[in-house]
């Protein structure tokens, strides 16, 4: 099974993929855990072009920079690691780049997602867990890490919600599963097993 983890900075992506992975494993699941950019060794370079670079990129380089990252992670890691029976866990998939380089840069979703749709050869998750929160209290998360911001965690409020939109309009697909990123860890995660088990994952 492939379950992608998807929503704008600062909704606890992290926390819950770390702790399903664990569950996951302690039931005897073979899991591969990735992320996106930077999930393989040329996306690591791709992704410090894409969030640590000095300067702008233009928008559809961006997209273009993502959609090449993807591709490759998916023929080199993604697409092995299911043939080989494992469940693969990733950190945004291709609805990042139709929320942010489509709706947010204010480019053709259409385009953004047909590119990214090629990239990877369609395949498409099994399963796409979306934590939603607003922009502003997303950003407040993000401010108590201590952490530096990178070129897309430096956006103001209203890219955002462009992306958050269209994260919600996205999520009227079947695939989708969305949830209240407010509620505390424990809930979040338990309403993803129990998902889990509706799919016959247990």
Known sequence: MFISFEGIDGVGKSTQLESLQEFLISRGHRVLRTLEPGGTELGQEIRHLLLHRKGDVAPRAEALLYAADRAHHVATKIRPALERGEIVLTDRYFD?????????RDLDVNQVRDISLWAVDNLVPDLTILLDLPAQDAI??????????????????????????????LAKEQRFLVIDANQSVDQIQAAIRNRLVELGIS
């Not at 990042?96 to 947010?104: H, K, L, N, P, R």
């Open 96 to 104: 990042s780049s139709v929320a942010y380089q489509g709706a947010a």
């Open 140 to 169: 407040q998360r993000r401010s108590r890490t201590g952490t530096e911001p990178d070129r897309l965690e430096r956006e103001k409020v209203e890219f955002f919600e462009r992306a958050r939109g269209m994260y919600l309009e």
